[in-house]
């Protein structure tokens, strides 16, 4: 246990594996010196709620197209599947630059 506090719920900050971590929340914690370090900070947790969104969008337009006999509404799935497909690989190429850093 840490002495420092989680700054969501104020419960005790535990170490868990090289990692601050809130166990009410079930979060990690990071630690910032200046404002500028929160959007650095933030980046991979963002990045990977993106990615958690799009491969769900993925999955529920997917079972549309497989449901799907109509020609314009294939390629309107189609596309849209294409550009989801697109936003995370630009996502997963993102995070590993921050990680890079």
């Known amino acids: 246990m840490l002495s420092e506090v989680c700054p969501v719920c104020s419960s005790p900050l535990f170490e868990i594996g090289g990692e601050m971590r809130c166990l009410r929340c079930d979060k990690p914690v990071v ?34 197209l497989q449901q799907t006999t109509e020609p314009e509404e294939i390629k309107q799935l189609s596309e849209t599947l294409s550009s989801l497909v697109k936003l995370f690989h630009e996502s997963r190429k993102l995070g590993e630059t921050f990680r890079k850093q």
Request: aromatic share 2%; hydrophobic share 50%.
């Open 31 to 64: 630690r910032v010196r200046e404002e500028s370090e929160v959007y650095v900070a933030s980046t991979p947790l963002v990045l990977t709620q993106l990615e958690n969104a799009i491969v769900a969008k993925l999955d529920a337009l997917t079972a549309l």
